[in-house]
């Protein structure tokens, strides 16, 4: 994916292994450990549980590859196929199958934070959210979506941030 920071553009690999860069909470008591979170909701957006990826091979025989998330496919069974020409090999197909797979979950929305402004949040970051109130705890999400507001009435900035599968 393409990130933008000042001037510059460069690639980010979003892995569903990178560590929070960034905490978000709100203790039942209200006594906060980092960012407090103004407002907030919280969804598991149903996405793809298994993707297929269509190829043919030199022999124009067909070539199909799976890729499944096993903890989705337990509740729903939700298939995206798609055909690819371009697709000549297993392993090709069985890449491909994965990537849209991940694609899928990064586009399920997952949730919505309000925030007093934080300058260093960047798109795709991993964030920790924290929130008693809903019975969420130290779970991880990723920016997909930063919107800032300014109240001319309090003279206050605060942060929408979408977020997506991490």
């Known amino acids: 994916m393409l990130v933008f920071r000042g001037q510059e553009a460069f690639t980010k690999d979003p892995r569903d292994t990178e560590i929070a860069c960034y905490t978000y909470d709100v203790i039942a008591s209200g006594a906060w450990q980092s960012h407090?979170?103004?407002a907030g909701r919280y969804a598991d957006a149903v996405s793809t549980s298994w993707t297929r990826a269509i190829g043919r091979d030199e022999y124009d025989e067909r070539i199909v590859a799976d890729a499944f998330d096993w903890e989705k496919l337990q509740l729903f069974d939700y298939l995206s196929a798609f055909y690819d020409s371009n697709?000549?090999?297993?392993?090709?197909?069985?890449?491909?199958?994965?990537?849209?797979?991940?694609?899928?979950?990064?586009?399920?929305?997952?949730?919505?934070?309000?925030?007093?402004?934080?300058?260093?949040?960047?798109?795709?970051?991993?964030?920790?959210?924290?929130?008693?109130?809903?019975?969420?705890?130290?779970?991880?999400?990723?920016?997909?979506?930063?919107?800032?507001?300014?109240?001319?009435?309090?003279?206050?900035?605060?942060?929408?941030?979408?977020?997506?599968?991490?």
Do not use: F
Request: aromatic share 4%; with cysteine; net charge negative.
């Open 36 to 38: 407090p979170i103004l």
């Open 87 to 166: 697709l000549d090999t297993a392993a090709l197909a069985q890449e491909r199958a994965e990537a849209i797979l991940r694609q899928m979950s990064l586009q399920a929305k997952r949730g919505n934070l309000t925030v007093l402004n934080n300058v260093g949040q960047e798109l795709l970051d991993v964030v920790e959210v924290t929130d008693e109130r809903c019975g969420i705890s130290e779970e991880k999400y990723r920016v997909q979506v930063i919107q800032t507001h300014y109240d001319r009435r309090q003279g206050i900035y605060t942060q929408r941030l979408a977020l997506c599968a991490p």
